[in-house]
């Protein structure tokens, strides 16, 4: 795989961020709260497509999982959740909280593209949320993979910030919706030197990112060409994070104050295996 320089720095600085998320997510409240659930929307999207409606028995793989707690709360929907990530801080992290919630969840440390050799098994339902495609270098790749972890009939979720909602300028004070940054994947990742995360202001030592920027073109080539087949697709006004200032907290996520309408913030895909 290419961009390994890239791909280490990331990961080194996904490695420093787990101390502070493990507080901006109040880890260990959630865990120690047997009804706390954080993915009952996107388990809603996803019924439709499952035996029963339901995770209840399925087996399930999390890729990209972080700090485990939307794995904890498949375990609490009744799946039997393989959580994957590739940061050894994180996966730790994962574990204990999985131990303090009392749930039977497993966590691996491994890429995507390592994950089918590693796990040696295939599963009901790949699951991927939130913050994931943007760190990825390579989709076919990514998509061969799932395709390979996948049971004959198993289903892809995968739920993710629009690309479109990503092209647009930060920095803004009005409600204007400007697009200054690209919208389909470039030659070389976008370079970031920060050093903050989305969940506080502490400065990492780590502080250079790299992020690709992937189409919906790009996406659903992938998936279609490792052989899924596309059950659904939805795009949503709100979402779990803010990446622009305009967004305002609702009941749903963050959604833009007025003219919704304007552009999609997070879309979600359902994607089989042939039988």
């Not at 794995?71 to 131990?99: H, K, P, Y």
């Not at 198993?154 to 990503?166: A, C, N, R, T």
Request: charged fraction near 20%; hydrophobic fraction near 45%; aromatic fraction near 10%.
């Amino acid at each position: 795989m290419g961009y390994v320089d890239e791909v280490e720095a990331n990961r080194a600085n996904w490695d420093e961020r787990v101390a502070d998320h493990l507080v901006a997510y109040e880890a260990e409240k959630f865990a120690d709260d047997p009804d706390a659930n954080r993915v009952r929307f996107e388990a809603s999207v996803l019924a439709p497509h499952l035996p029963a409606e339901s995770l209840d028995g399925l087996d399930v793989v999390h890729l990209q999982c972080h700090i485990g707690v939307d794995s904890i709360s498949l375990a609490r929907l009744g799946a039997r959740v393989v959580g994957t990530d590739f940061s050894g801080e994180a996966i730790e992290a994962a574990q204990r909280l999985a131990a303090r919630a009392g749930v039977e969840a497993s966590f691996i440390r491994t890429s995507n593209e390592n994950a089918p050799a590693l796990l040696g098994r295939q599963f009901d339902v790949v699951y991927t949320t939130v913050g994931v495609l943007a760190w990825l270098p390579d989709l076919a790749s990514w998509a061969r993979s799932i395709a390979q972890l996948l049971k004959p009939g198993g289903v892809l979720f995968l739920y993710e910030s629009h690309p479109m909602v990503m092209t647009l300028q930060y920095d803004r004070t009005d409600e204007l919706l400007v697009v200054s940054e690209p919208y389909f994947g470039t030659a070389e990742p976008q370079r970031f030197d920060e050093g903050t995360t989305y969940a506080s202001d502490t400065i990492l030592t780590n502080r250079t990112t790299y992020e690709w920027q992937h189409s919906l073109d790009e996406i659903f080539t992938s998936i279609l060409t490792a052989g899924l087949g596309i059950e659904a697709y939805h795009e949503y006004t709100a979402m779990p994070w803010k990446p622009i200032p305009q967004l305002v907290s609702t009941d749903a996520g963050f959604a833009l104050p007025t003219g919704r309408e304007r552009v999609p913030l997070m879309f979600s895909i359902v994607a089989r295996k042939p039988a």
